[in-house]
Nanobody, 124 residues
Framework: QVHLVESGGGLVQPGGSLRLSCAAS????????MGWYHQAPGKQRELVAA???????NYADSAKGRFTISRDNAKNSVYLQMNSLKPEDTGVYYC??????????????????WGQGTQVTVSS
């Protein structure tokens, strides 16, 4: 079984920074893309940033210039450095892994997975 575990959320003042981390565990041999989604209270989940294996990052307009996504393929991990945080960045941040190739019972599978979410609150 594959699991995504996030960490790094918390309470920060406007203008502050946080770094989110997400690690995928299991019998994984590759992950196509990893990314972060944001769900504000009462709103739908939206893409913040995504990064394919060996590719260029893709950012939501709201994240450009403030957030930086990075990956460590050897650790099956993805990170989101968030700077100049604003109150509208408040919400739950979910890690997403697309095209996770893994083994189970001697057979290979490919699926997508979500983490459990980590709360980010930007408030003075």
């Amino acid at each position: 079984q594959v699991h995504l575990v996030e960490s790094g959320g918390g309470l920060v003042q406007p203008g502050g920074s946080l770094r989110l981390s997400c690690a995928a565990s299991g019998a994984i041999f590759s992950i196509n893309a990893m990314g972060w989604y944001h769900q504000a209270p009462g709103k739908q989940r939206e893409l913040v940033a995504a990064l394919t294996r060996g590719g260029s990052p893709n950012y939501a307009d709201s994240a450009k210039g403030r957030f930086t996504i990075s990956r460590d393929n050897a650790k099956n991990s993805v990170y989101l450095q968030m700077n100049s945080l604003k109150p509208e960045d408040t919400g739950v941040y979910y890690c997403h892994a697309h095209g996770v190739a893994y083994f189970r019972g001697g057979t290979s599978y490919t699926d997508d997975y979500w983490g459990q979410g980590t709360q980010v609150t930007v408030s003075s």
